[in-house]
């Protein structure tokens, strides 16, 4: 609805009192559309950093956290969830705890305790938004896409485990 008001299809007539629509053209873009492309049309609306976001974003899943998609995207957790608030806001992403929040003040710097840290997370509303956004990334690029995130979160793991390895052995001795 939100999507047909902002195509201007549907709108509100404030001499009738009461809403209005052409009913041929809504019939017209609901046939011509399926509900990828459709959603895909409103996330190319969105500014190009969310877009960006989301798209990295949905090649991580259904669901996601902050930490995972900052080092996909090569920026910190707060940078990345200022990208995501407009998704947020416009309900394309939910957040799934209560986390996010402290990322709405991006004035505060956000320090957790040391050795432990907890990620914000979200979900896409619909699986068909997390493929109307996956379906922005041109099919030449999406095993680049993947086989880069897959290059970033292996270094990021493998040198946080080879910390806890030094960690350990200082332990030991």
């Given at each position: 609805m939100k999507a047909l008001y902002e195509d201007r299809l549907i709108y509100f007539n404030p001499e009738e009192?009461?809403?209005?629509?052409?009913?041929?053209?809504?019939?017209?873009?609901?046939?011509?559309?399926?509900?990828?492309?459709?959603?895909?049309?409103?996330?190319?609306k969105l500014n190009s950093v969310t877009q960006d976001c989301l798209k990295?974003?949905?090649c991580i899943g259904n669901e996601f956290d902050l930490e995972t998609l900052a080092i996909v995207r090569q920026t910190s957790e707060v940078e990345s969830a200022t990208d995501l608030w407009v998704a947020?806001?416009?309900?394309?992403?939910?957040?799934?705890?209560?986390?996010?929040?402290?990322?709405?003040?991006?004035?505060?710097?956000?320090?957790?305790?040391?050795?432990?840290?907890i990620?914000?997370?979200?979900?896409?509303?619909?699986d068909r938004i997390q493929q109307a956004a996956y379906s922005l990334i041109p099919e030449d690029q999406k095993k680049e896409t993947h086989f880069k995130i897959g290059q970033l979160l292996l270094n990021k793991y493998t040198r946080r485990l080879n910390k806890k390895k030094g960690y350990l052995k200082l332990l030991i001795s």
């Amino acid at each position: 609805m939100k999507a047909l008001y902002e195509d201007r299809l549907i709108y509100f007539n404030p001499e009738e009192g009461f809403w209005q629509c052409d009913l041929a053209q809504v019939k017209q873009a609901a046939v011509s559309e399926d509900v990828v492309e459709f959603v895909s049309k409103r996330l190319q609306k969105l500014n190009s950093v969310t877009q960006d976001c989301l798209k990295l974003a949905a090649c991580i899943g259904n669901e996601f956290d902050l930490e995972t998609l900052a080092i996909v995207r090569q920026t910190s957790e707060v940078e990345s969830a200022t990208d995501l608030w407009v998704a947020l806001k416009e309900g394309l992403i939910l957040p799934t705890t209560e986390v996010y929040k402290f990322y709405a003040d991006t004035t505060t710097e956000i320090n957790p305790v040391q050795g432990s840290h907890i990620s914000a997370s979200y979900k896409f509303l619909h699986d068909r938004i997390q493929q109307a956004a996956y379906s922005l990334i041109p099919e030449d690029q999406k095993k680049e896409t993947h086989f880069k995130i897959g290059q970033l979160l292996l270094n990021k793991y493998t040198r946080r485990l080879n910390k806890k390895k030094g960690y350990l052995k200082l332990l030991i001795s």
